[in-house]
């Protein structure tokens, strides 16, 4: 018998510096979703902000972002 245990999902509001384009909202998905594949990512270019609904702790997810080159400056 295979028992799954559910991790509880946390909602995170990011704000993160240097994305412009398109091309940042794929660089920031992609590197949320290499942490979590399941997790749901929502990115405002407008106001730099990124939404991250996921299982995973914030720190592996604001180190990800910071690697593929854009910094998080905050978080709530």
């Given at each position: 018998?295979?028992?799954?245990?559910?991790?509880?999902?946390?909602?995170?509001?990011?704000?993160?510096?240097?994305?412009?384009?398109?091309?940042?909202?794929?660089?920031v998905?992609?590197?949320?979703?290499?942490?979590?594949?399941?997790?749901?990512?929502?990115?405002?270019?407008?106001?730099k902000?990124?939404?991250?609904?996921?299982?995973?702790?914030l720190?592996?997810?604001?180190?990800?972002?910071?690697?593929?080159?854009?910094?998080v400056?905050?978080?709530?």
């Amino acid at each position: 018998m295979i028992i799954e245990t559910m991790k509880e999902k946390s909602m995170y509001q990011l704000q993160v510096e240097n994305m412009s384009c398109g091309h940042c909202v794929g660089a920031v998905t992609k590197a949320v979703q290499a942490i979590d594949a399941a997790a749901r990512v929502e990115v405002d270019l407008a106001t730099k902000t990124v939404n991250i609904d996921s299982a995973t702790a914030l720190a592996p997810l604001k180190s990800a972002i910071a690697d593929a080159g854009y910094p998080v400056t905050s978080a709530a």
